[in-house]
């Protein structure tokens, strides 16, 4: 039976100062950065061992994969890092802090934005100064695909790709995987593997900081969901 764990990141500079973050780099606050560590030391205790790491290629996320790591003394395991895993494009909202952005728009359309399972946010444009398409470390693809903003399904789109290719085979041969990545893009692994319903997972929320262990039978099918630290 192989062993999948999630864990979002540990609180960002972003999430702390409240703001849109999405595929803005930005690093992990001092509680961010506990956060990693305690999780590690989580997984250490519960005796939990990996056989590959796969993060996104966000710094707040690879540096909670390498505190995890660390703290778990499993620092050497492969790691894959990929823009696949990113967080959810926010668009134009990213940077905005969102108490104000509720302020102008409205706390009901703010809250369509942020937890719609199919609703965009206003689009960046390509030739916008914050749009990705500026960032070299998606210049090896192709321009029709980096996104000016993405909703939970456009994220399930691009993350699942990844994990038919990549991540599933591991697990269907025996291998135990540990994923670092962002509140969204794990949102839409989880509504996948766990076959939640567009509106129900709406009202799914991923703890920053926290490592949710799933064993899979050989079909990849959800033998139980365990949540270290509660």
Request: no cysteine; aromatic share 8%; hydrophobic share 35%.
């Amino acid at each position: 039976m192989a062993k999948l764990v999630f864990i979002r990141h540990g609180q960002s500079q972003w999430n702390l100062s409240n703001q849109f973050t999405g595929w803005v780099d930005v690093d992990l606050s001092e509680k961010g950065v506990e956060e990693a560590k305690n999780a590690g030391k989580l997984i250490k205790e519960a005796g939990l061992e990996f056989d590959q790491a796969y993060t996104s290629v966000l710094t707040r996320a690879i540096k909670t994969l390498h505190y995890v790591l660390e703290e778990s003394d499993q620092l050497w395991i492969p790691e894959t890092k990929t823009w696949r895993l990113n967080e959810r494009h926010y668009g134009a909202l990213q940077g905005l802090n969102k108490k104000e952005t509720a302020e102008k728009y409205g706390d009901e359309q703010v809250h369509i934005w942020r937890r719609s399972y199919d609703t965009l946010p206003p689009l960046l444009k390509a030739t916008d100064e914050g749009s990705a398409a500026n960032d070299r470390r998606y210049a090896d693809l192709d321009p029709r695909i980096i996104p000016g903003g993405e909703n939970l399904k456009v994220t399930l789109e691009r993350v699942i790709p990844f994990w038919e290719d990549e991540i599933a085979p591991k697990l269907l041969d025996g291998k135990n995987v540990i994923i670092a990545a962002h509140g969204n893009s794990l949102r839409a692994l989880t509504k996948y593997i766990e076959n939640i319903s567009d509106a129900d997972i709406m009202d799914v929320e991923m703890a920053t900081g926290q490592p949710v262990v799933y064993d899979l039978d050989d079909k990849l099918n959800v033998v139980s969901k365990t949540k270290l630290g509660d």
